[in-house]
């Protein structure tokens, strides 16, 4: 992208994630910017620039106000916060279309999966769409494991010890993390090309985790955890 407005907008994002790790820092970021450009390309027609332009800097600024949740403990909602920081810095860096300005800041605002706003619009579901691909498949499988280890969880346990353990507990495992919530995303997708790629993510998903059952299920049997 050679856009002017993009550049300043790339290099504020880069800072807003200087120093961050985990799940959500820049490199989720940028998975999000090429998912939601591969699912436009499949699913707008080729003259429906505007939203493609949209769909780039929602993208590039879904997650900007996640610092702040994280720091907040969760007690403020990075989407609903996104929504008018994702409009502010656009505007502070020079944009002045409000009709852009506003459709970004609504794909910001939309695009959590227990969000309470349903997208609406093709921009708004692809974005959507595009944080949840990077939640499942072998990235997805990857993210779990890193927050696991970040809380203290163990590496796998029981079907049983996963479903009825606490979040940010020892049982908080990557599996929890697949039982409760990844498994569904598939289902949960808006547009059909992003459904399509999630259910190759969501395959290859469950055949890892019934692998690792596999190789665990004689030593969860022998320590008593599995009857």
Not at 8 to 22: E, K, P, Y
Not at 46 to 62: N, P
Request: aromatic fraction near 8%.
């Amino acid at each position: 992208m050679n856009d002017e407005l993009f550049q300043r907008v790339l290099q504020r994002v880069r800072a807003i994630f200087s120093g961050v790790r985990g799940g959500h820092d820049l490199d989720h970021t940028m998975r999000v910017y090429v998912n939601a450009c591969k699912i436009a390309e499949m699913e707008l027609p080729a003259e429906d620039q505007e939203s493609r332009r949209i769909i780039r800097y929602a993208a590039l600024l879904h997650d900007c106000a996640r610092p702040e949740e994280d720091s907040g403990k969760g007690n403020v909602c990075h989407a609903a916060l996104g929504r008018t920081k994702s409009v502010e810095i656009l505007r502070e860096l020079g944009c002045t279309d409000e009709a852009f300005l506003h459709a970004v800041g609504e794909c910001v605002g939309k695009h959590r999966y227990r969000g309470k706003d349903t997208p609406e619009t093709p921009a708004e579901k692809i974005v959507y769409d595009a944080d949840k691909l990077d939640s499942i498949g072998a990235v997805g499988i990857a993210r779990t494991f890193h927050f696991a280890s970040h809380v203290g969880a163990r590496i796998h346990n029981t079907e049983k010890q996963a479903l009825e353990g606490a979040e940010y507990g020892p049982e908080d495992t990557g599996y929890r993390e697949y039982l409760v919530k990844l498994r569904n995303v598939p289902g949960r997708m808006l547009t059909a090309s992003g459904k399509a790629l999630a259910v190759q993510r969501g395959e290859f998903m469950k055949s890892f985790f019934d692998e690792l059952n596999a190789e665990t299920e004689e030593v969860f049997r022998f320590t008593g955890e599995l009857s």
